[in-house]
């Protein structure tokens, strides 16, 4: 029904991002991922609008080369139906230490495709995607291409169940065996 409601072609395979519009996200590398992918591929981006110079150079050449993007804004109650809406999830960050929008759409069972770019190369397990090493937009877009096709294997269990082990609880009670080993070997 979101797909249907923004327009997208129902062959489409959506990539969807979440994030701030910006350069250390890797908005502006979104056109030239694009003309790396076949037709049927779409990228769509989850966040606030920023009026900056930097939207306007990415909205320009999506327009002016017919390139298959869309610009969904910010969501806050239908957030998760939108990332639910993608077919998979691309970060195009530079650097991300462990973004937290690779867990939600991994616990969605999204295939993730991303720039080595932080805590993404420790996260991603076999069968949920894959990472690049450079900030090559074609080297992306080939690794979006194998999943797409099924050249690369994903499975949405393996994504989902790697992800419920980043819960809040799960987090805060490895912390609390860190400190209690840490407390237990200092006071010897």
């Not at 076949?38 to 920023?50: E, S, T, V, Y």
């Not at 990415?58 to 969904?72: F, T, W």
């Not at 080939?142 to 169940?161: A, C, K, N, Y």
């Not at 819960?167 to 840490?182: E, G, K, P, W, Y």
Request: aromatic share 10%.
């Amino acid at each position: 029904m979101i797909r249907t409601k923004i327009g997208l072609p129902a062959e489409a395979f959506v990539w969807i991002m979440a994030g701030t519009e910006s350069m250390r996200k890797g908005y502006d590398l979104i056109p030239d991922l694009l003309t790396h992918l076949p037709d049927n591929a779409w990228i769509a981006w989850l966040g606030k609008p920023r009026d900056t110079a930097l939207r306007i150079y990415v909205e320009q050449r999506v327009k002016h080369e017919k390139l298959r993007y869309v610009a969904l804004g910010e969501h806050f109650d239908d957030y998760y139906d939108y990332l639910n809406a993608a077919d998979g999830f691309v970060l195009t960050s530079r650097e991300d230490p462990h973004p937290v929008v690779m867990i939600e759409a991994a616990a969605l069972g999204k295939p993730i495709a991303a720039f080595n770019s932080g805590g993404v190369a420790e996260f991603i397990q076999p069968g949920m995607g894959g990472v690049v090493d450079s900030f090559n937009p074609a080297d992306l877009a080939q690794l979006m291409r194998d999943i797409m096709s099924g050249t690369l294997p994903v499975s949405s269990s393996t994504s989902s169940e790697h992800a419920a082990q980043f819960t809040v609880t799960a987090r805060a009670n490895d912390f609390c065996r860190l400190f209690s080993i840490q407390s237990k070997s200092g006071s010897q």
